[in-house]
């Protein structure tokens, strides 16, 4: 009865792992290829609270001091990243 209680755990952990990795991948992994890829590099800067990471940098926006963290962005230069890759002048 053991064996079979240690092959479910077993295989929910599995399932648990599998789940992080592809979140990792698309909400990490994508974008940050997206940035390598067309020239940029993954660097942490200040940024708003309210944007996601690796968010679209092409706009202006800005908060105060006491709203920012720390975020994975991508720098692009020259030009700015449009949330998939790094484009000139925000186009």
């Known amino acids: 009865m053991r064996t079979k209680s240690k092959i479910k755990v077993n295989v929910l952990l599995t399932v648990v792992g599998v789940v992080v ?3 990792i991948l698309f909400f990490i992994g994508l974008p940050a290829a997206g940035c390598v890829g067309s020239g940029g590099r993954v660097s942490i800067t200040s940024e708003c609270k309210s944007t996601s990471i ?32 790094c484009v000139e002048n925000g186009y």
């Open 21 to 23: 990795v592809i979140f």
């Open 54 to 85: 690796f968010s679209n940098n092409c706009g202006y926006g800005a908060c105060e001091p006491k709203y920012r963290v720390n975020k994975l962005s991508c720098q692009c230069w020259p030009g700015c990243f449009d949330g998939s890759k």
